[in-house]
């Protein structure tokens, strides 16, 4: 990103944090993914359990590989090769009941609501209650406006390109735009829209100066 870009994350950011506070949850600003990373892994208390839930943003900064080397820690992994269908099921079920869980979000809006679109809905329904702590990394090119255009962005933008990524058999994957599909495949089923939480700074966004995820 260019200096402009990065100035207009950093503002937008510092206003999202404020928002967020108003709506009983916590915001942190890292300028890289880097920075991110050790933000996140200095809040994992010794002893918890963490479940890994999907995001792009903390897979490609390289966290999970970070986060099997802290001492005393239990990553519950549903992404890990070699699983049944059946096995993923469980993992994502025993996640429900973590210390921490760590994901990405499809949007947020400036005004610090936080946007999700699932196909089985274990990350959205773990945002919203189960896991004691809730830490969301979020790359500034999630940020929309408002919940339009935040909707917007989550089903034309990042439902297609994710289904594209996971190589599911859905009309996005091969013309590019979502059709609404009938398909058992399909990935867009539970919308979650969090605008606040009564467990005061249960979740906490880290947003991150730079493009990451979809
Ligand atoms: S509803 Fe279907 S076509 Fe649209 S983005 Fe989701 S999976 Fe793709």
Not at 37 to 58: F, H, N, Q, W
Not at 114 to 142: C, H, Q, T, Y
Not at 143 to 161: N, T
Not at 190 to 211: A, F, N, P, Q, Y
Request: charged share 20%; aromatic share 4%; with cysteine.
């Amino acid at each position: 990103m260019d200096i402009n870009q990065i100035r207009w994350g950093e503002t937008a950011a510092k206003k999202i944090i404020k928002n967020l506070e108003k709506r009983r949850m916590a915001g942190s600003y890292a300028p890289t993914a880097a920075q991110a990373k050790d933000e996140i892994l200095s809040m994992i208390p010794k002893g918890s359990i963490v479940y890994r839930c999907g995001s792009m943003t903390a897979s490609n900064m390289g966290l999970w590989e970070d986060m099997a080397r802290l001492p005393g820690i239990e990553i519950i992994d549903p992404y890990i090769t070699g699983i049944t269908p059946e096995e993923g099921l469980e993992l994502r079920r025993k996640g429900m009941t973590s210390d921490v869980m760590i994901a990405g979000s499809n949007a947020i809006t400036l005004d610090g609501k936080l946007v999700n679109l699932d196909g089985m809905g274990n990350r959205v329904s773990a945002m919203a209650f189960g896991p004691r702590k809730v830490i969301l990394v979020v790359g500034v090119n999630k940020i929309a406006a408002d919940l339009e255009s935040a909707i917007a962005r989550v089903k034309h933008y990042a439902a297609p390109v994710n289904a594209a990524r996971i190589g599911v058999d859905t009309p996005c994957v091969k013309t590019g735009l979502c059709a609404d599909c009938g398909s058992p495949q399909r990935i867009c089923n539970m919308w979650s829209i969090i605008e606040g939480h009564m467990i005061k700074d249960r979740i906490h966004v880290i947003l991150v100066g730079d493009t990451l995820g979809y």
